[in-house]
């Protein structure tokens, strides 16, 4: 009996997964460049690539210009796969991931989604890159320091930090 209980735990999470994994070996990618990105898409998804390098490449100059930063390349990955939409920016990759099924239907509205979600994931790429304060090579350095309080109290061995 107390074999059967995680034996069942191990069998019931087998199907449990904590984020998509979902590769498709099949698809056929392709890159176009413009003048500051290079968008990454995959067969299929040509029409929304070129609207994405258009948008991006107007998008660039106002959002450095606002932030006075320029970052190195971005790579735009464009996937039109899942019906699933929504942005990812990965600012130590200088890589945005756009998954670009329709958004529009008749409670969200007409506006261009795809025009937002570009302009709202290269701002995060361009204000992230501009605030760090080392190069994108060096995530983060953390420093602690342990010390102990030097009021003493007669419950605590050796005192508390």
């Not at 130590?92 to 007409?110: P, Q, V």
Request: aromatic residues 16%; proline residues 4%.
């Amino acid at each position: 009996m107390k074999f059967l209980f995680p034996f069942l735990i191990f069998v019931l999470n087998l199907n449990l997964f904590a984020q998509f994994t979902e590769f498709h070996p099949e698809l056929d990618w392709y890159t176009i460049k413009g003048k500051y990105v290079e968008v990454h898409f995959h067969d299929g998804a040509e029409r929304t690539a070129q609207v994405v390098l258009k948008i991006a490449d107007e998008v660039w100059e106002p959002i450095c210009s606002l932030y006075g930063y320029q970052p190195d390349k971005v790579h735009y990955i464009i996937k039109d796969i899942d019906d699933y939409s929504n942005g990812a920016t990965y600012f130590f990759d200088n890589k945005i991931e756009i998954w670009t099924s329709a958004l529009d239907f008749d409670l969200r509205g007409t506006h261009n989604w795809l025009r937002n979600v570009i302009s709202h994931e290269f701002t995060h790429m361009v204000q992230i890159q501009s605030a760090m304060k080392t190069t994108r090579s060096i995530p983060a350095v953390f420093l602690q320091v342990l010390s102990y309080e030097d009021k003493r109290r007669p419950d605590i061995l050796y005192g508390f930090p």
